[in-house]
């Protein structure tokens, strides 16, 4: 099994037409998802690549029966373009779009939750369930189906750590990128209940960094929820106090956020922490035992 | 974003909230000039984007020219916390009451505006709220809705302002919150909340943060950047488009992604390394974009050796090869250089490195491996 996207995702790719939605939406179908629709304004029945594009996601999702929509517009459109799906009653959108503001991030959150989508990202590299569907923009060829769940705020860390345990002769249940934005629409717990209920999930491996509290809120829930291992790795223990390193949302503000804290609160709750990204892999190999 | 108090005051007075007459001055004479149209006594203060300004000596009051003029010479080019004061905002003397505390910030955690209020602001506020929490009261603000009323009655009743004072202070406490949401803020906090002597509500204080992501929507705004306060070498980057932060050590770093990156970091750390920065080239492998990379971190002289980390995913590695190798043509770098090139085509960018034959490269293909050998090449 997987979680969020798989052999029943229809998906659905709003800025298809741009440079980089063309690109990554034949890539995704390439892999096997099967993508059945694109939503541009103004260029509605056209096609890219024999994939129909319409002018509405509200069109879109009648002609094609899309259940999951993919962000690709610009940030100044993109939570228009969210609200627009969440409009037309798409259950999954995952937003690979950099730059939203914060204020369009929160109102976005906060009526979203109200409703019956699931928004995954921004700012995030997507969710590849290995061997049934990719979307977004994680490099699949690295990846083969397995066990282990994967949850990160960051990509190419997500990529460097999946290939370690890949390395190891792990597989992926799922791997899910839930961005390093301030306000993700899916937070770790969020992702990791879905794993949790997955029965082929064995391991789940989150893969955090600094800012926020969204990893020690993570950690009290796997204390009280969660009945597998978790395995975690934090990113930014030599980040400087009040410096943006890269990500909107990785900020250590004044005492809070730093990766020291948030390493301690998971591991004072029973969640094993690797010091590197190879460590991660060591501790993999410990926990379900040696694969290669 | 971080704004000086005085561009704070700019957006406050554009929303209604009431602050006291002042005029920003960036010289001695600018400095008395404003006081004395200002009318005795002034309060003088350093502009710096850091707290704990009053207790540095960066504000002074100043009753006559001649006492303006020492205290604006005095402050005007001041040392506080790292920030060297260049600009000064000289403000009308209030008449003070009581001292209150005002904020709005994003909540991440709840994913909600939250407004704070407390009777003791002024210094320490930070020390009064860990010694008696009930004395900073908060809720959170449903951003669908927006600022009610009720949301001002109720902080303002919890938090034991006085009858008189109820009302003015919610009004207050809305107008902020238009601050926060219209201009896209982060953070708007008043400290000290002033309470005068004729019972007025005053901001005589503002720390405003912008949401970068947000600024085309605010054009007036991006004007306002204060290049001063930035360390040049990350406004080099920063025009070149790179997202460049300066550490304090002598390895230099380069990858892409932001959250490797940071591991990178790390990982030079444990090696028993010192970072010099944090530079994410993104998903570029451009010569261009790799050579304005490494022409910035080499702009810093604590550099004596560099990381390039790259785990290329949809990048391949053969083109960051070529980008490396023509950037190495172009650059010409006198420190060794370590890169570590793992992920999509890595085997055949390591060849084309390997027969570029460049001086003082060398290629590692873990990330562990990279990070102990650039630490040993940077002594």
């Known amino acids: ?292 | 974003m971080d704004l000086l108090e005085y561009q704070g005051k700019q957006l406050f007075r554009k929303h209604g909230v009431p602050v006291p007459d002042g005029a920003h001055a960036d010289s001695v004479r600018g400095a008395v000039d404003a006081a004395e149209e200002l009318g005795f006594p002034v309060v003088i203060k350093a502009q710096v984007q850091i707290g704990g300004r009053g207790k540095a000596g960066g504000i002074k009051v100043a009753n006559d020219p001649e006492e303006a003029k020492r205290h604006a010479e005095a402050i005007l080019g001041m040392d506080i916390r790292g920030f060297t004061v260049h600009e000064l905002y000289v403000e009308k003397a209030s008449s003070i009451d009581e001292e209150y505390y005002a904020a709005i910030v994003f909540d991440r955690s709840a994913k909600k505006p939250m407004v704070m209020l407390s009777r003791m602001g002024g210094m320490d506020v930070e020390e009064v709220a860990e010694r008696d929490p009930e004395a900073m009261r908060m809720l959170h603000v449903d951003p669908l809705i927006g600022f009610q009323h009720f949301h001002g009655r109720r902080l303002a009743f919890e938090a034991g302002i006085a009858p008189d004072l109820i009302r003015p202070v919610g009004t207050m406490l809305g107008k902020l919150y238009d601050v926060f949401e219209e201009e896209d803020a982060t953070l708007v906090e008043v400290n000290p909340l002033l309470v005068t002597s004729e019972r007025e509500v005053v901001a005589l204080d503002a720390k405003v943060t912008i949401d970068g992501n947000a600024l085309y929507r605010h054009p007036d705004l991006a004007e306002l950047r204060d290049v001063s306060a930035e360390d040049p070498q990350e406004r080099m980057a920063k025009e070149r488009g790179l997202t460049y932060v300066k550490l304090d050590g002598n390895v230099g770093i380069l990858g892409n992604g932001a959250g490797l990156v940071m591991s990178t970091l790390d990982v030079v750390a444990q090696a028993g390394g010192r970072p010099a920065n944090f530079l994410d080239a993104g998903g570029g492998s451009k010569a261009e974009a790799i050579t304005s990379a490494v022409e910035v971190i080499l702009s810093d002289e604590k550099v004596s050796a560099v990381l390039f980390n790259i785990f290329g995913g949809i990048t391949r590695c053969d083109e960051v090869a070529k980008g490396l190798i023509e950037a190495f043509r172009q650059v010409e770098p006198e420190v060794p250089f370590v890169v570590r090139l793992d992920g999509t085509n890595d085997e055949e960018g390591r060849r084309l490195l390997a027969e570029a034959e460049l001086p003082n490269v060398h290629t590692e293909a873990t990330m562990l491996g990279a990070a102990e050998r650039v630490v040993e090449l940077a002594g």
Do not use: W
């Not at chain 1, 969020?4 to 800025?15: E, I, K, S």
């Not at chain 1, 009648?62 to 690709?72: C, D, L, Q, S, V």
């Not at chain 1, 100044?76 to 937003?95: H, K, N, P, T, Y």
């Open chain 1, 1 to 292: 099994m997987a979680v969020l996207v798989d052999r029943d995702t229809r998906l659905c790719v709003a800025g298809i037409t741009g440079r980089e939605g063309t690109f990554h939406t034949l890539r995704n179908r390439d892999y096997g998802t099967n993508v059945v629709s694109g939503v541009t304004p103004g260029k509605g029945g056209q096609d890219v690549d024999g994939i129909p594009v319409f002018d509405t996601f509200h069109t879109a999702v009648a002609e094609t029966g899309a259940n999951t929509a993919m962000i690709f517009v610009p940030p100044r459109f993109a939570a228009d373009s969210i609200l627009e799906a969440e409009d037309a009653g798409i259950e999954l959108i995952v937003a690979i779009t950099e730059g939203i503001p914060a204020h369009d991030e929160l109102r976005v959150y906060n009526h979203l939750r109200r409703g019956g989508s699931r928004l995954v990202g921004p700012n995030c590299p997507g969710i590849l369930s290995p061997g049934k569907a990719n979307v977004g923009i994680i490099p699949a060829q690295f990846f083969k189906e397995g066990n282990v769940g994967l949850v990160s705020r960051s990509g190419t860390l997500t990529y460097q750590i999946g290939n370690e345990l890949a390395q190891r002769g792990f597989g992926n249940s799922s791997i899910v990128g839930i961005g390093g934005d301030p306000v993700p629409g899916s937070s770790f717990i969020d992702i990791i209940a879905l794993f949790e209920a997955d029965p082929e999930t064995e391991l789940i491996v989150m893969c955090g960094e600094i800012g926020g509290s969204a990893e020690e809120e993570a950690a009290e829930y796997i204390a009280e929820k969660v009945s597998g291992p978790v395995l975690a790795y934090i990113a930014g223990f030599t980040a400087p106090p009040g410096k943006t390193m890269g990500h909107a949302g990785a900020i250590v503000s004044g005492s809070k956020g730093t990766a020291a804290a948030k390493a301690e609160a998971l591991e004072a709750r029973g969640v094993r922490v690797g010091r590197n990204p190879t460590q991660v892999a060591d501790v993999a190999v410990e926990i379900l035992g040696a694969r290669v």
